[in-house]
């Protein structure tokens, strides 16, 4: 059963930082393409970022470019995305997604607030 489990979302002040990561169990991790994407009330979901199977390969939303990181380490199975200078506008659930469409699967989702 595929399992994506999000974590280290929390209270961040602009400018700060902060990582969050996801842990997968019960596929193929190594040999897939991850993506962080966030979701808002106002927004809805959002996609922030991509990651190809060996992490050779990473996309970006223009809202975080260069700002954010995403990665993997394909021996602990785990996602990662480093959130720098945040800003207000990030403030979201994000969560890590295996898939797009009828077959995507995504975890619980961790709560990102900025706030100073």
């Known amino acids: 059963q595929v399992q994506l489990v999000e974590s280290g979302g929390g209270l961040v002040q602009p400018g700060g930082s902060l990582r969050l990561s996801c842990a997968a169990s019960?596929?193929?991790?190594?040999?897939?393409?991850m993506d962080w994407v966030r979701q808002t009330p106002t927004k809805g979901i959002e996609w922030i970022a991509s990651?190809?199977?060996?992490?050779?390969?990473?996309r970006y939303a223009d809202s975080v470019v260069g700002r954010f990181t995403i990665s993997r380490d394909n021996e602990k199975n785990i996602l990662y995305l480093q959130m720098n200078d945040v800003k207000p506008d990030d403030a979201a659930v994000y969560f890590c997604?295996?898939?797009w469409g009828i077959g995507a699967v995504r975890g619980q989702g961790t709560l990102v607030t900025v706030s100073s």
């Open positions: 019960g596929f193929g991790f190594r040999s897939v393409t």
């Open positions: 997604q295996k898939g």
């Open positions: 990651i190809n199977s060996r992490g050779g390969d990473v």
